[in-house]
């Protein structure tokens, strides 16, 4: 029953959200609207900055819902391209929340359900350094990759509707992935940073053949393929 009505409510909040902004989503707006007593609200939530991260992390759950169905295909940087779409069209489909989604009420804090999605994108990134498409580690690429389309998403949200202009998502898109990737294999044959990944990659995910390595050596030679990929 709570976790009904948890969810009646963040529906309902959701809905104000995404119609008039942030700043109506009160705690007395929510709980008329939800046809609760404020109390009752307060039980749930706390107050209204609860409300509000709630209601951040219940809009994270359908983006990555949204994420986690896009199929993946046999070229891991097609799907980066597709992922970068997906997630600047999710920020103009719902603006207020993806605002809310990527604020935040300190320095140095994460928005809520923030590493999900970049676990997501991590997937992603070992997939292309497994095939040897990647130029530099997944752990760099990830962050440029989250830092640039978050920029950019939260740029083109907060354009005017005659004024925005998706050429700027794509071209800083094909930018950053022309340089964190290489061609595929048949064009272009992988560099020795790209190879040097492709190992560690293996060898993180345990697909690589058993070798006679110490956890000591295996970790050294870890250090050295990072070095390698620099």
Not at 16 to 43: F, M, N, P
Not at 127 to 135: F, T, V
Not at 152 to 166: C, K
Request: hydrophobic content about 50%.
């Amino acid at each position: 029953m709570k976790d009904r009505t948890r969810r009646q409510v963040l529906d309902v909040a959701a809905d104000i959200l995404e119609r008039d902004g942030a700043q109506a989503v009160s705690t007395r707006a929510v709980a008329a609207a939800a046809g609760i007593r404020a109390a009752s609200l307060y039980q749930l939530f706390g107050d209204k900055d609860g409300l509000l991260a709630a209601l951040a992390a219940h809009a994270f759950d359908r983006y990555l819902a949204e994420k986690g169905a896009l199929a993946h295909t046999d070229d891991p940087v097609a799907d980066l391209r597709r992922g970068w779409d997906a997630h600047v069209d999710f920020g103009l489909r719902h603006p207020a929340a993806y605002l809310l989604m990527h604020g935040t009420d300190r320095p140095g804090r994460r928005p809520p359900a923030a590493a999900a999605a970049h676990d997501l994108l991590l997937v992603l990134l070992d997939r292309a350094a497994a095939a040897g498409r990647l130029r530099v580690a997944p752990a760099l690429a990830a962050r440029l990759l989250q830092a640039a389309v978050s920029g950019v998403t939260t740029a083109l949200v907060g354009a005017p509707d005659d004024d925005r202009d998706l050429e700027v998502s794509a071209r800083m898109r094909e930018t950053l992935v022309a340089s964190l990737t290489t061609g595929p294999p048949p064009a272009t044959e992988p560099g020795l940073a790209s190879r040097a990944l492709a190992l560690d990659a293996a060898l993180d995910a345990g697909h690589a053949p058993a070798a006679p390595l110490s956890p000591t050596e295996t970790a050294l030679l870890r250090d050295w393929l990072h070095r390698l990929a620099r």
